[in-house]
């Protein structure tokens, strides 16, 4: 199928739905699934919720909330507390599914007292092919997610998200905040927001796609090839801040920015366990 012919068959998907409550991060896809289906189904239909915990950063709260504002829609800000279990802050390699399983939980719950039988997610197509143990989670909390079934890829949810006039469209893409740190470093809601800090402070720089990976006290920073001299440049204003923020190194990762570094450490064995 094309394009446009997913579009539709999203479009249809929705449809059958009837009711349906959101995960909704602000992040591209899920912004792109809830824009549509307010358009389907307008917004009396839908119930859309976003998870409150320390792993999400506070800017990615704000713009969600304002894309949410933008499409037309309230938003239920529902607390996750995710840290209290200690198998997500163990910070395994199945810490996804444990971080889904809370929100999903939730969400079916809010779909129950609702009257609601359909909760779905924003995992796209090429979801498939990435380690997600979130996507267990999602399986057996009986949570569907649209975009996949569409077999819509990240590319493609971004020229459809241009063509709707959504600003998530050329958005980097925005993980939570535990995915910086590295697995075996227990998750704290401290090392949570000196990630949150770090990242900010990097954007007042005028740095656009990073990350600050946490390995306990080491900040490593990954930005991409053409943004490496501007780290160096800005050498000493970066090190005097993350220290203050309570890091002891400050590295520069050599390898650039790429999406879930952090995976580099799993063995395929660790990987298949999980998906």
């Known amino acids: 199928m094309d394009t446009d012919q997913k579009y539709k068959s999203l479009k249809n998907t929705l449809r059958t739905l009837k009711k349906a409550v959101i995960a909704y991060s602000g992040g591209v896809d899920s912004t792109f699934l809830l824009k549509v289906a307010v358009d389907v189904l307008g917004a009396e239909n839908i119930v859309c919720c976003l998870g409150i915990s320390p792993s999400l950063a506070e800017s990615q ?6 894309m949410a504002e933008t499409i037309g829609i309230d938003v239920r800000q529902v607390t996750v507390s995710e840290l209290a279990d200690s198998s997500y802050s163990a910070n395994k390699a199945d ?3 444990h971080c ?6 939730l969400l079916r719950k809010i779909a129950g007292a609702e009257g609601i039988d359909n909760v779905v997610c924003g995992s796209n197509f090429d979801d498939l092919d990435d380690y997600r143990p979130g ?13 996949m079934q569409a077999e819509l ?3 493609e949810i971004r020229q459809l998200s241009k063509q709707l006039g959504l600003k998530t469209a050329e958005m980097p893409a925005t993980p939570c905040l535990a995915s910086r740190v590295s697995y075996g470093v227990e998750i704290t809601e401290q090392k949570l927001k000196q990630i ?11 740095f656009v796609e990073f990350r600050v990976r946490h390995h306990d006290n080491t900040a490593r920073i990954e930005v991409h090839e053409k943004d ?4 160096i440049d800005s050498r000493e204003k970066i090190l005097t801040h993350l220290k203050s923020l309570g890091f002891k190194y400050i590295a520069l990762d050599l390898q650039g920015f790429r999406s879930g570094s ?14």
């Open 95 to 97: 810490r996804c599914f």
């Open 196 to 206: 949150d800090l770090a990242e900010d402070y990097l954007r007042t720089l005028g």
């Open 262 to 275: 952090l995976n580099e450490s799993l063995t395929e064995q660790e990987k298949q366990k999980n998906r």
């Open 228 to 231: 490496i001299q501007k780290v």
């Open 135 to 147: 996507n267990r989670a999602a399986m057996a909390l009986n949570v569907t997610a649209p975009l």
């Open 100 to 105: 889904k399983s809370h929100l999903f939980g």
């Open 153 to 155: 890829t990240k590319d």
């Open 61 to 66: 709260k704000q713009t969600a909330l304002e």
